[in-house]
């Protein structure tokens, strides 16, 4: 009898343990409804500023950008100008077109270029030129002063003169007949240039032949370009007039 009661409650122990105690697992979840893992991430805001599209300390673009480690690109008070050559073409000799740069009067407040705060440079923009080619010159006026100042590239003042090496002799001159004043200022910013170019159809020049300028052509050979001005050195280029 009490082998009985003590296999009874043994048979009751073990069922307590797998129906009362707590749910079994089936396919290794568990049985608990907990939390479930996300599944999505919602993106948050998008930003309101512009997007970086380049890597920094870019460089700087001509004309003033901005420059090494976020200085100014420029240099305040430096500048250059550019335009034809004064007394070519229609105010100067005949034989030479060039372009206009905005000249200023000659009363204007703005001081004369000393000849010592000045720099003169005359070049040819081509070493060589085939027979259908007009020679391009270019004169360069550099104010090395720290004060802008205007300059007197009249065709009297700043004399352009083209000469033939093999005869030594000079075929054209700015000097040459001008149709018009023989003054003509232009402003030079402090530390900068005013550059004025010239193009010239290989015809000559005379003074004493302005209504009839003398016949004929530049022939093949090397000229030499010289540049005079009261108080200045004689700057002085080339170049060749090829041969057919």
Same mark, same amino acid.
């Given at each position: 009898?009490?082998?009985?009661?003590?296999?009874?409650?043994?048979?009751?122990? #073990?069922?307590?343990?797998?129906?009362?105690?707590?749910? /079994?697992?089936? %396919?290794?979840?568990?049985?608990?409804k907990?939390?479930?893992? $996300?599944? /999505?991430?919602?993106?948050?805001?998008?930003?309101? @500023?512009?997007?970086?599209?380049?890597a920094?300390?870019?460089?700087?673009?001509?004309?003033?950008?901005?420059?090494? %480690?976020?200085?100014?690109?420029?240099?305040?008070?430096?500048?250059?100008?550019?335009?034809? #050559?004064?007394?070519?073409?229609?105010?100067?000799?005949?034989?030479?077109?060039?372009?206009?740069?905005?000249?200023?009067?000659?009363?204007?407040?703005?001081?004369t270029?000393?000849?010592?705060?000045?720099?003169?440079?005359?070049?040819?923009?081509? %070493?060589?030129?085939?027979? /259908?080619?007009?020679?391009?010159?270019?004169? $360069?006026?550099? %104010?090395?002063?720290?004060?802008t100042?205007?300059?007197?590239?009249?065709?009297?003042?700043?004399?352009?003169?083209?000469?033939?090496?093999?005869?030594?002799?000079?075929?054209?001159?700015?000097?040459?007949?001008?149709?018009? +004043?023989?003054?003509?200022?232009?402003?030079?910013?402090?530390?900068?240039?005013?550059?004025?170019?010239?193009?010239?159809?290989?015809?000559?020049?005379?003074?004493?032949?302005c209504?009839?300028?003398? +016949? @004929?052509?530049? $022939?093949?050979?090397?000229?030499?370009?010289?540049?005079?001005?009261?108080?200045?050195?004689?700057?002085?280029?080339?170049? #060749?007039?090829?041969?057919?």
């Amino acid at each position: 009898m009490l082998a009985s009661v003590v296999a009874l409650l043994a048979l009751l122990a #073990v069922w307590t343990v797998t129906s009362g105690g707590g749910r /079994s697992s089936t %396919n290794g979840k568990g049985g608990d409804k907990g939390p479930k893992p $996300v599944t /999505s991430i919602t993106p948050g805001p998008a930003g309101t @500023g512009p997007a970086i599209s380049q890597a920094p300390g870019g460089r700087a673009e001509s004309g003033g950008g901005a420059g090494k %480690n976020g200085e100014p690109g420029g240099t305040p008070g430096t500048g250059s100008a550019s335009g034809g #050559v004064a007394g070519a073409g229609g105010s100067g000799a005949s034989g030479a077109t060039g372009g206009g740069a905005p000249q200023v009067p000659a009363d204007s407040p703005l001081p004369t270029c000393a000849p010592g705060g000045l720099q003169w440079e005359v070049k040819s923009v081509k %070493n060589e030129y085939e027979t /259908s080619e007009k020679p391009r010159l270019e004169l $360069v006026a550099r %104010n090395v002063s720290g004060t802008t100042c205007k300059v007197d590239l009249g065709p009297k003042q700043a004399v352009l003169t083209i000469l033939q090496a093999s005869a030594s002799k000079a075929v054209w001159s700015s000097a040459d007949c001008p149709s018009g +004043a023989g003054n003509a200022f232009f402003r030079v910013p402090a530390q900068g240039e005013t550059k004025q170019s010239l193009e010239w159809d290989r015809k000559f020049s005379a003074p004493d032949q302005c209504q009839t300028p003398p +016949a @004929g052509a530049a $022939v093949p050979d090397t000229y030499v370009v010289e540049v005079k001005s009261p108080g200045m050195p004689v700057a002085r280029t080339s170049f #060749v007039l090829k041969q057919d």
